[in-house]
């Protein structure tokens, strides 16, 4: 009947009307909530970066950001890419703030002078903060930092009960080492067999050199059978294993 289709187009009409009516609605409640963020907080135990290094970094991420179009993965990004953030968490704050849950790097060593290694043996660049002079000092070749980690906690390990630290370790290019001890000599210990020769330095240790510490230089452990000692002010000497 005709009544039957006006009246059908008028509901489609009306329809029509009400959909544009709440989009319109909706763009407005979306412009007024997306405003420009005003404020943001920063919370976690930070331990060795003040706030002014996180202002310095953290600023031109948010810089010129509305609240609701922020891409919050994105900006997780970006602040992960500050040198001492080691993980981030990011979340908005009614009505026009973000809030980053920082976590700080855990240096445990120093790295190549200007860098720093974290537990995981990443190295992450020391940025001018200060840190404890109490670190152990280690580089390498670029990517190595895990590799000379756990070299230096298995020596730590076998070391400490005989009253010595190892203050210095060093990966050469091609894969030589040399450790530093108490600050005071060195151990050349080479490419192989690392674990054989740090033996043979413990019994030489524990045998004669001990008590001669002080005029020791460096002890190179790359022999089959023995080592050699570098004494201050003297010529080089070996010692045989009995």
Do not use: C
């Not at 006006?6 to 544009?20: C, E, K, N």
């Not at 997306?34 to 996180?54: T, W």
């Not at 080691?86 to 790295?111: H, Y």
């Not at 200060?130 to 190595?144: F, I, M, Q, R, W």
């Amino acid at each position: 009947m005709p009544g039957s289709g006006f009246r059908a187009r008028g509901s489609i009409l009306g329809l029509v009307l009400l959909l544009v009516l709440l989009g319109a609605g909706g763009r407005a409640l979306w412009l007024w909530l997306d405003r420009p963020i005003q404020r943001v907080s920063i919370r976690g135990d930070l331990e060795h970066v003040s706030a002014a290094y996180l202002r310095e970094k953290l600023t031109p991420v948010v810089r010129g950001k509305t609240w609701l179009s922020v891409d919050l993965d994105e900006l997780r990004r970006q602040a992960r890419a500050a040198e001492w953030i080691a993980e981030v968490r990011v979340s908005r704050q009614w009505p026009n703030s973000l809030t980053f849950e920082l976590f700080e790097q855990q240096p445990i060593a120093r790295w190549n002078d200007s860098h720093l290694l974290n537990p995981q043996g990443v190295a992450f660049n020391r940025d001018n903060v200060t840190v404890s002079e109490d670190l152990p000092d280690l580089a390498g070749p670029d990517g190595s930092g895990s590799e000379v980690l756990a070299l230096y906690d298995r020596l730590q390990n076998r070391l400490l009960p005989l009253g010595l630290h190892v203050t210095q370790l060093r990966m050469e290019d091609r894969g030589a080492w040399r450790v530093q001890i108490n600050d005071a000599f060195w151990l050349m210990l080479g490419r192989n067999h690392r674990q054989e020769r740090v033996a043979r330095f413990i019994a030489a240790w524990q045998r004669e050199l001990n008590s001669e510490a002080s005029r020791i230089r460096y002890i190179d452990l790359r022999y089959p059978n023995g080592v050699a000692i570098a004494w201050h002010g003297e010529s080089d000497s070996k010692i045989d294993e009995p």
